[in-house]
């Protein structure tokens, strides 16, 4: 049975989503496309419209596993907590289908597929194209966003074969802290 990976990039007015699959060593983008909510006013119903849309993705495509970007920045509080929920309910959906929802930094994903955690979108694009058999019609850019999510996700679980890959968060300074220390110990001065 093929791999299939859901990848979503969770937001309050647009929410990207990819179907990945691989078959035969190559790796397929059955579906990258967008959940539209611009149109709706009410935030709940923009809610309830991405469980949905989400649950059905899920019913219709069988993903083996869910990969979600977790949004990490915002000039807006009220936009951070809209994109916060926008998230939740996608892991909800996912969750309620049975499968487990992995979640990943936006730095993490752009490292995995470039090499750079501060790659431009266009970069992650032009990466993906040269990796992953596309549609023929232009991504949007959250569709492309939520493909990279499953991308990495896929590249992760074959990175670890065997164990479950290392939790990291990009801004945890003390494991970084803790290398530079050990690696160090001269440049360290008693208190």
Known sequence: MPEV???IDPGSRYTGYAVLSEEKGT???LRCDVLKMDHM???SDRLKYIFDQVSGIIKSNNPTSCAVETPIYGVDPQAMLKLGRAQAAAILAIKQCGLSAHEYFPK?????????GNASKEQVAFMLNKMVKLPDEKLKNDATDALA???CHYM????FPGSAPKKTHQNNKKSDWADFVAQNPDRIKGL
Request: aromatic share 4%; hydrophobic share 50%.
């Open 5 to 7: 990976i859901l990848g």
């Open 27 to 29: 790796l397929i983008a």
């Open 41 to 43: 006013e009410n935030h």
């Open 108 to 116: 993490v994903v752009k490292k995995a597929i470039t090499g750079n």
């Open 149 to 151: 999510v499953a991308w």
């Open 156 to 159: 992760k679980g074959k990175s």
